[in-house]
Protein backbone atom coordinates (compact mmCIF):
# COMPACT_ATOMS: atom_id res chain seq x y z
CA UNK A 1 0.00 0.00 0.00
CA UNK A 2 1.63 3.30 -1.17
CA UNK A 3 1.24 6.28 1.32
CA UNK A 4 2.40 9.74 1.06
CA UNK A 5 2.81 11.82 4.48
CA UNK A 6 3.15 15.39 3.81
CA UNK A 7 4.39 17.81 7.04
CA UNK A 8 6.00 20.75 8.04
CA UNK A 9 3.98 23.43 6.75
CA UNK A 10 2.67 26.83 8.37
CA UNK A 11 1.94 30.30 8.69
CA UNK A 12 4.76 32.58 7.36
CA UNK A 13 5.60 36.18 6.91
CA UNK A 14 6.13 37.52 3.71
CA UNK A 15 10.16 37.00 2.76
CA UNK A 16 10.43 34.00 4.70
CA UNK A 17 10.97 30.50 4.68
CA UNK A 18 9.66 26.87 5.49
CA UNK A 19 10.70 23.59 4.39
CA UNK A 20 8.44 20.30 3.40
CA UNK A 21 8.48 17.08 3.98
CA UNK A 22 7.47 14.00 2.33
CA UNK A 23 7.54 10.98 3.41
CA UNK A 24 6.82 8.02 0.94
CA UNK A 25 5.93 4.09 2.18
CA UNK A 26 5.18 1.40 -0.10
CA UNK A 27 7.78 2.05 -3.31
CA UNK A 28 11.01 1.33 -4.50
CA UNK A 29 11.57 5.49 -3.34
CA UNK A 30 14.76 5.34 -5.35
CA UNK A 31 13.50 4.86 -8.32
CA UNK A 32 10.40 7.24 -8.52
CA UNK A 33 10.09 10.78 -9.84
CA UNK A 34 8.26 12.51 -6.91
CA UNK A 35 6.46 15.79 -7.59
CA UNK A 36 5.49 18.73 -5.59
CA UNK A 37 1.80 20.45 -6.48
CA UNK A 38 -0.10 22.91 -4.79
CA UNK A 39 -3.58 24.31 -4.67
CA UNK A 40 -4.80 27.77 -3.61
CA UNK A 41 -8.40 28.23 -2.37
CA UNK A 42 -10.26 28.79 -5.36
CA UNK A 43 -7.97 27.71 -7.97
CA UNK A 44 -6.69 24.70 -9.73
CA UNK A 45 -3.94 22.04 -8.58
CA UNK A 46 -0.71 23.20 -9.98
CA UNK A 47 2.81 21.60 -10.39
CA UNK A 48 5.65 23.32 -8.16
CA UNK A 49 8.87 20.93 -8.88
CA UNK A 50 9.39 17.40 -9.38
CA UNK A 51 12.50 15.13 -8.87
CA UNK A 52 13.75 12.12 -10.52
CA UNK A 53 15.42 8.68 -9.22
CA UNK A 54 18.58 10.35 -10.41
CA UNK A 55 17.83 13.81 -8.78
CA UNK A 56 17.42 15.75 -11.78
CA UNK A 57 15.43 18.67 -10.84
CA UNK A 58 12.50 21.02 -12.43
CA UNK A 59 10.54 23.74 -11.27
CA UNK A 60 7.37 26.34 -12.04
CA UNK A 61 8.31 28.94 -13.60
CA UNK A 62 6.80 30.94 -10.48
CA UNK A 63 9.06 29.06 -8.05
CA UNK A 64 12.00 28.72 -9.78
CA UNK A 65 15.04 30.67 -8.22
CA UNK A 66 13.36 30.69 -4.40
CA UNK A 67 12.00 26.83 -4.37
CA UNK A 68 14.77 23.67 -3.71
CA UNK A 69 13.98 19.84 -4.46
CA UNK A 70 15.81 17.32 -2.81
CA UNK A 71 15.34 13.78 -1.53
CA UNK A 72 17.19 10.98 0.70
CA UNK A 73 16.42 8.27 -0.17
CA UNK A 74 18.16 6.36 3.07
CA UNK A 75 14.85 7.87 4.41
CA UNK A 76 12.45 7.87 1.62
CA UNK A 77 11.80 11.55 2.25
CA UNK A 78 11.79 14.28 -0.48
CA UNK A 79 12.03 17.75 0.73
CA UNK A 80 10.70 21.45 -0.89
CA UNK A 81 13.14 24.08 0.74
CA UNK A 82 10.49 27.50 -0.05
CA UNK A 83 12.65 30.76 0.40
CA UNK A 84 11.79 34.17 -0.24
CA UNK A 85 7.67 33.34 0.29
CA UNK A 86 5.45 35.41 -1.04
CA UNK A 87 1.43 35.84 -0.74
CA UNK A 88 0.93 33.97 -3.71
CA UNK A 89 2.44 30.94 -2.41
CA UNK A 90 -0.22 30.58 -0.06
CA UNK A 91 -1.49 26.65 -0.86
CA UNK A 92 -2.07 23.60 0.50
CA UNK A 93 0.73 21.45 -0.92
CA UNK A 94 0.87 17.86 -1.60
CA UNK A 95 3.19 15.48 -2.62
CA UNK A 96 2.62 13.01 -5.82
CA UNK A 97 3.84 9.63 -7.17
CA UNK A 98 2.86 7.26 -10.02
CA UNK A 99 4.14 3.91 -9.20
CA UNK A 100 1.81 3.55 -11.88
CA UNK A 101 -1.21 4.58 -10.69
CA UNK A 102 -1.32 8.34 -9.11
CA UNK A 103 -0.67 8.67 -5.45
CA UNK A 104 -1.45 11.45 -3.47
CA UNK A 105 -1.00 12.30 0.39
CA UNK A 106 -3.11 14.30 2.42
CA UNK A 107 -1.48 17.93 1.88
CA UNK A 108 0.16 20.55 4.22
CA UNK A 109 -1.33 24.09 4.50
CA UNK A 110 1.10 26.87 4.01
CA UNK A 111 0.13 30.32 4.04
CA UNK A 112 2.16 33.30 3.21
CA UNK A 113 0.98 36.49 5.39
CA UNK A 114 1.72 39.50 7.69
Known amino acids: QVQLVESGGGLVQPGGSLRLSCEAS????????IRWYRQAPGKQREWVAA???????NYADSVKGRFTISRDNAKNTVYLQMNSLKPEDTAVYYC????????WGQGTQVTVSS
Open 26 to 33: GIIFRLNT
Open 96 to 103: NVQSPDDY
Open 51 to 57: ITSVRST
